[in-house]
């Protein structure tokens, strides 16, 4: 994290889902001390109950709840009410499998699209969203490394980029 803010990043993100990234919110909590309040701090969820994200975003204080999983629009909504930002992160497939009437009830929101497996460190082929690329503010992700990632901005042009698995040490 201090890295990431360090050489520039927007925002810092904290795993409260299953994930051999979780943090506990006391831990979250203590590093987002450190961030710069220029930073947008990211809880990352996944179908958990909105109720418990809402707690735990707010005990970790963090600016931003990012849906990581099956969650639907009235579950941003409610975060967003809380005074949270939102972002609505979806597989490739599952984006690309949204009907126009789903595209469009998500169209104002923040998207991310990911990699088929989230966490894995693996990309996918970008001829498969190149055509249908969100229409609004949207962030890449999924197994973007230095040596991809410059192309793939090129390519789909996202409004940013999410790295995680494929710039890590080690796994976690």
Do not use: C
Request: charge should be negative; hydrophobic fraction near 45%.
């Amino acid at each position: 994290m201090d890295q990431a803010v360090a050489h520039g990043a927007d925002a810092v993100g904290f795993v409260f889902a299953e994930s051999v990234r979780k943090v506990t919110f006391e831990l979250a909590s203590e590093l987002i001390t450190r961030v710069p309040s220029t930073v947008e701090t990211v809880g990352v969820f996944r179908e958990q109950p909105i109720d418990e994200v809402i707690a735990t975003a707010r005990a970790a204080g963090v600016s931003t709840i990012q849906f990581h999983g099956r969650e639907p629009v009235t579950d941003l909504r409610r975060a967003q009410d809380e005074g949270f930002r939102t972002l609505r992160a979806f597989g490739v497939d599952e984006f690309l499998a949204l009907s126009e009437v789903d595209r469009a009830a998500w169209a104002g929101e923040r998207l991310l699209v990911d990699a088929v497996e989230p966490g894995g460190g693996t990309t996918f082929d970008p001829q498969l969203i190149e055509q249908g690329t969100p229409t609004g503010w949207w962030l890449l992700a999924g197994g973007l490394t230095p040596e991809n990632v410059g192309y793939l901005i090129a390519r789909l042009r996202p409004s940013g980029v999410d790295v995680s698995s494929a710039v890590e040490l080690q796994r976690g």
